[in-house]
């Protein structure tokens, strides 16, 4: 593939000139996202790596749910509501 082909492949892709991505990339990047990052907590949780029986994991677990969910709204106010300005 020349880089014309890229190129051209590139622009396809993108969606008009002054129109915002919408909300398709951030569901794709936060599904298959949360759904790994899913997977690994169920496995720390069954490992016992991380105990939600003491304070200390139960307070780890929310932390990393609210990471998540804090990181995850800060992208899509900045890829949904900033280009609109």
Same mark, same amino acid.
């Given at each position: 593939?020349?880089l014309?082909?890229?190129?051209?492949? /590139?622009?396809?892709?993108s *969606?008009p *000139?002054?129109e915002? #991505?919408? !909300?398709?990339?951030?569901?794709?990047?936060?599904?298959?996202?949360?759904?790994? /990052?899913? /997977?690994?907590?169920?496995?720390? !949780?069954?490992?016992?790596?991380?105990?939600?029986?003491?304070? =200390?994991?139960?307070r780890?677990? +929310?932390?990393? +749910?609210?990471? /998540?969910?804090?990181? #995850?709204?800060?992208?899509?106010?900045?890829?949904? +509501?900033?280009? =609109?300005?």
């Amino acid at each position: 593939m020349g880089l014309r082909s890229a190129t051209l492949l /590139f622009a396809a892709a993108s *969606p008009p *000139p002054g129109e915002p #991505a919408g !909300l398709s990339p951030w569901i794709y990047v936060h599904g298959v996202g949360g759904l790994i /990052f899913a /997977f690994g907590l169920v496995l720390c !949780l069954r490992t016992r790596e991380i105990d939600i029986r003491e304070r =200390r994991g139960r307070r780890t677990v +929310l932390l990393m +749910l609210a990471g /998540f969910a804090g990181y #995850a709204l800060l992208q899509g106010a900045m890829q949904v +509501l900033l280009p =609109r300005w």
